[in-house]
């Protein structure tokens, strides 16, 4: 009896912590949040697509943004968008060439409940596993020439979301693989960034650092502790938060590689690398409830002001350079919209 009465008692303080944790929010960076994702609708959506070249897996960003947004906010403006903004873009998305992108598509389909798109293009994507080239991992491509980081952590995050929500052992058995991969690789540099790939003698190929490449990882490392226990994915998670904080910012702010303040060298896809790299670490912290003392969410709280003071321009649209203001370099796209706006919720999930 009192045994039940401790144990019920500790579930319902569980359940307390996670309703808390759920409603944890900082009103400010939410309602700049409402306005950024407003203004990245009425603006570069339309007839099924993101202008400005924007390819289908910023939409499925920015189609999860939006999910998130609503939920945040308890408003209730994009149930819809899920099933439009893929419209444009079937023809690439089936077409098996992509690993990563479908990656980003599954996502979008799992948070949004459509669980049969989800396994369909988690499916595509297990197409891409591999033990021939570099012993394990997945391909980038349909050319099956090249393994990243990028691919490999999205397959991290999405098998341990799936297997979070579907509760099938196959996904958490494809997380702990492509982690057990991953890690044996020399993929992370020696500032304990992850390159953009292997070379094709399988080493570190020395290509640029994304920030992103920093975030998705997370994600899967938060799932694998939260359903293994292991502690060393939690010590993992962060080293690598820990050595974006060192290498990554300028004056406190995230700063791309291709950016600087006086001319923009980054394409649509690099102007939204940032916003992934901050959602994905509030959604770590999300998960696991696990920050050394504040310092993430702090790091989190920082990066939306840095965005409202030197990203915003006028009524709520934002560029991609946070780290300074702006003397020529900034772009306002789309892309720079979306990362603004992952950005803002990742601080609106923080506690004030
Ligand atoms: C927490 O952060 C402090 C200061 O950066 C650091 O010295 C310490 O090692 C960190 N603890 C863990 C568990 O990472």
């Not at 409940?113 to 596993?129: C, E, L």
């Not at 006086?262 to 409830?289: E, P, S």
Request: hydrophobic share 40%; with cysteine; glycine share 10%.
């Amino acid at each position: 009896m009192a045994f039940t009465l401790a144990r019920s008692l500790a579930t319902a303080s569980l359940l307390l912590a996670g309703a808390q944790l759920a409603q944890a929010k900082c009103q400010k960076y939410v309602d700049a949040a409402s306005v950024a994702a407003a203004n990245l609708q009425s603006t570069y959506f339309a007839n099924g697509g993101y202008i400005n070249g924007q390819q289908p897996w910023i939409g499925a960003v920015d189609a999860y943004y939006l999910m998130q947004i609503d939920g945040l906010a308890g408003t209730n403006n994009y149930g819809g968008v899920i099933n439009t903004v893929f419209n444009d873009w079937f023809g690439q998305l089936d077409n098996g060439q992509s690993y990563d992108d479908v990656q980003w598509v599954a996502l979008a389909y799992l948070r949004a409940g459509q669980f049969d798109n989800a396994k369909k293009y988690y499916n595509f994507a297990s197409v891409a596993v591999d033990a021939s080239f570099c012993g394990g991992g997945l391909y980038w491509s349909g050319a099956r020439n090249y393994k990243n980081a990028i691919t490999n952590e999205l397959y991290m995050a999405l098998s341990g979301y799936m297997y979070d929500t579907l509760g099938d052992a196959t996904y958490l058995s494809n997380l702990q693989s492509t982690w057990n991969w991953l890690k044996s690789t020399p993929m992370r540099g020696s500032n304990g960034l992850f390159n953009d790939g292997l070379n094709s003698a399988c080493g570190n190929n020395g290509q640029t650092q994304w920030t992103y490449n920093q975030g998705v990882i997370l994600v899967g490392l938060a799932y694998l502790y939260k359903h293994t226990g292991d502690e060393t994915a939690v010590t993992s998670a962060f080293s690598i938060m820990d050595s974006v904080i060192a290498s990554l910012t300028v004056n406190g702010g995230l700063r791309e590689g291709c950016e600087s303040t006086t001319q923009n060298l980054c394409n649509a896809d690099q102007q939204t690398f940032k916003g992934i790299l901050a959602y994905y670490m509030a959604w770590f912290l999300q998960i696991t409830n696990r920050d050394n003392n504040s310092k993430y969410s702090n790091f989190l709280k920082a990066q939306g002001d840095k965005v409202l003071q030197n990203a915003v321009g006028p009524s709520g649209f934002y560029s991609n350079l946070w780290f300074d203001h702006n003397a020529g370099g900034a772009a306002w796209t789309a892309s720079s919209q979306a990362s603004a706006l992952g950005a803002l919720i990742a601080a609106g999930q923080q506690n004030c």
